[in-house]
């Protein structure tokens, strides 16, 4: 790569409606030149959850200004672009379209190619936006829609180490928030709570912990969570209590199988052992603590993007396109003709070996 490649990124897969121009120059270095968000907390606020038809119109309302809000940010033209970039899945199919049809409206009016960017992808470079972040490093994804560890070899080489075989950690945290009527999202209200309460009140399952692997499970505790929440009456006290003693269970289950998934990662002769953490959840102070703590014992070192890039974001999906369109994959990522996908496993081979990862309500997000 002989220039720097501009590419303006659009992300539209769940509730954030968001666009993004970042440049890639020769080197590696990224620079971002602007980045737009628009979530939908409030409109999905009233059913303590995202609500696919709500988050479908809402970004068919917001992606045209959205795009033209970080186009005017970024202070260059659409003749400036190299080629623009959208997630075409995972995610909520409705809203997957969306972003791709504006995408790929903007490629053709611009004469530009369109690049169909994994939304897992975007996560696993993420840190390569900010960060001098080097292949290979290990991954920990944990938000509301995934839960993962996954080696990143290097672009387009992805392995899944491991995966939650249910429902991923943020909404496990959703979910208990739910059930204590603590509104949504969950996560902050949950940890915010759990500050004033005792993790040793109420002795949680740490699930799949006693069995080798690096493969979780959340959705039982939801049930444990449930139980404890009828058992007696909810006082302030007790609230506090049941959302120390959930975080707890899940930091542990997050810190163990990070430990684990460090201890078999072998980042090559001389190289830094490099541990991600991103996604939602990685905004929680106990379970970062506990990762600091993992790395740190294991020699690693533990990297944390900033928040607006460990959340989904358009900043990640523009460099994925940059960095794909350098390496001179843009026909293998797609093209005018690539359709929206609701699931796309990052790890193909490792999804068709065990398929249990590509059915289900969350499939390949999971
Ligand atoms: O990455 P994200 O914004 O969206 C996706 O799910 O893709 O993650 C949102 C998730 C929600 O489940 C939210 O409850 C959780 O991250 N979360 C937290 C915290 N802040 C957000 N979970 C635990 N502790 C937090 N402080
Ligand atoms: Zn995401």
Redesign the pocket.
């Known amino acids: 790569m002989t220039r720097a490649l501009t590419v303006l990124g659009i992300e539209t897969s ?3 409606t968001a666009a993004a121009v970042v440049r890639l120059l020769p080197g590696g270095t990224v620079e971002i030149l602007s980045e737009t968000v628009h979530t939908q907390l409030e409109e999905h606020a009233p059913y303590l959850g995202v609500v696919p038809e709500i988050a479908a119109r809402a970004h068919a309302e917001l992606a045209d200004e959205t795009v033209r809000a970080a186009m005017v940010a970024s202070g260059v033209t659409y003749t400036d672009l190299d080629a623009v970039a959208a997630t075409s899945g995972p995610g909520l199919i409705g809203g997957v379209l969306v972003g791709m049809m504006t995408g790929k409206a903007i490629a053709q009016a611009a004469g530009k190619p369109f690049l169909a960017v994994n939304h897992l992808e975007g996560h696993a470079l993420s840190p390569r936006l900010t960060h001098d972040c080097p292949f290979p490093y290990l991954l920990l994804l ?5 839960c993962q560890f996954l080696e990143v070899r290097g672009l387009g080489d992805y392995r899944r180490l491991g995966s939650t075989i249910d429902d ?4 496990a ?2 979910k208990t ?1 739910k059930l204590l009527g603590l509104g ?5 209200a ?2 915010r709570l759990a500050a004033a309460g005792d993790a040793k009140a109420i002795d949680f399952p740490r699930p799949l912990l006693n069995r080798p692997g690096l493969d979780m499970s959340f959705a039982g505790l939801k049930t444990a969570v449930a139980r404890a929440a009828g058992a007696e009456p909810l006082t302030e006290t007790r609230m506090a209590n049941i959302c120390a003693s959930f ?1 707890a269970a899940i930091t542990d289950v997050l810190a163990e199988k990070t430990r684990r998934a460090l201890d078999g990662f072998e980042p090559g002769e001389g190289q830094t052992k490099r541990l991600v953490v ?4 990685a ?3 106990s ?1 970062r603590e506990a990762l600091d703590s993992v790395a740190a014992s294991a020699g690693s070192v533990l990297l944390a993007p900033p928040m607006r890039h ?3 974001n358009a900043a990640m999906i523009a460099l994925a396109g940059a960095e794909r369109l350098a390496a001179g994959l843009e026909d293998e990522a797609g093209d005018l003709g690539a359709g929206a996908r609701p699931r796309w496993p990052l790890d193909e081979t490792a999804a068709k070996l065990d398929p249990a990862y590509v059915t289900g309500r969350r499939g390949a997000k999971a």
């Open positions: 769940c509730d954030e944990v938000s509301g829609g995934h991923a950690a943020g909404e945290f959703d928030a949504f999202p969950g996560g902050p949950v940890e975080q991103a996604g939602g959840v905004a929680n102070r379970i460990c959340t989904d």
